[in-house]
């Protein structure tokens, strides 16, 4: 027998169920001091989990593939090159020149559908309410919960979601942002003209986000002649699993 096969048995063994630890904690209730002490063990799992989508399997741990640990090297380094990436996109688009932001990684989903977890929290100022764009100038949501060190995003796709948009260049495009089974946007007047492809920003007149993010491009127009507004089905800016950095808006 190869003695050297034992540990690697054992991380066989051993990784799966801390796997199913992990996948368990995010879909179960737990105080806010048990849950950010969880988070902090578990933080370059989670990361790893969600930057690259890993399925761990038995097989990457049988002996037949001695390279493992390099392996795992090159995708820590291919993940830290990425996030430098979105980092120097942010700095391209002079995020920081219009708003306060501070930068955080997503570590993965939350419990609750719609959320996020993101490695900043309220050691580093973050609180509930704030905006979260991400490095194009997108916007993803707010902070629903901040924790020690990590908070929750809601995501403008969760069904909490209201705030007040309008169609860039259009004139009385003015509406209501809601997350039905598409995202919407509602209460439109009637005679503003508006068509497919038309872009969709925020409003600053509800207070909640800053005035001319982006949301996403207009995919649907909904008109009913007994109606006297126009909604449209707006396709949001960005695609979650996507999601590797984004950036909390801390003053604006």
């Known amino acids: 027998m190869n003695i050297s096969s034992k540990p690697l048995s054992r ?3 051993f990784l799966p169920i801390l796997v199913a630890v992990v996948i368990l904690f995010n879909f179960t209730p737990a105080g806010d001091f048990t849950r ?12 790893a989990f969600w930057s690259k989508g890993v399925s761990i399997q038995k097989d990457n741990f049988e002996e037949k593939d001695p390279d493992t640990r390099l392996i795992a090297e090159i995708a820590e380094l291919e993940r830290q090159l990425e996030e430098m990436e979105e980092l120097r996109q942010a700095l391209d688009l002079e995020i920081n020149k219009d708003f306060e932001v501070l930068d955080a990684l997503v570590l993965g989903r939350a419990t609750e559908n719609d959320h996020l977890i993101l490695s900043r929290g309220s050691n ?6 704030m905006p979260v764009i991400s490095s194009s100038r997108v916007l ?12 929750y995003v809601r995501l403008i796709s969760h069904p909490d979601t209201n705030f007040d948009g309008r169609v860039l260049g259009k004139d009385d495009s003015l509406g209501v942002i809601k997350s039905e089974e598409n995202l919407i946007m509602e209460m439109i007047n009637r005679e503003a003209d508006l068509e497919e492809g038309d872009k969709v920003v925020t ?16 995919a649907e127009i909904v008109r009913d002649d007994a109606e006297a507004f126009q909604s449209v089905i707006v396709d949001p800016g960005f695609k979650t699993r996507n999601l590797e950095y984004l950036f909390i808006i801390t003053d604006f």
Do not use: M, T, W
């Open 140 to 151: 993803v949501g707010e902070v629903a919960k901040s924790l020690k060190d990590f908070s």
């Open 11 to 13: 991380i066989a063994i």
């Open 36 to 47: 950010n002490a969880f988070l902090s063990v578990s933080k370059p799992l989670q990361s």
């Open 124 to 129: 580093d100022q973050v609180r509930e309410g």
């Open 203 to 218: 409003h600053p007149g509800g207070g909640i986000y800053p005035g001319g993010i982006f949301i996403g491009e207009v």
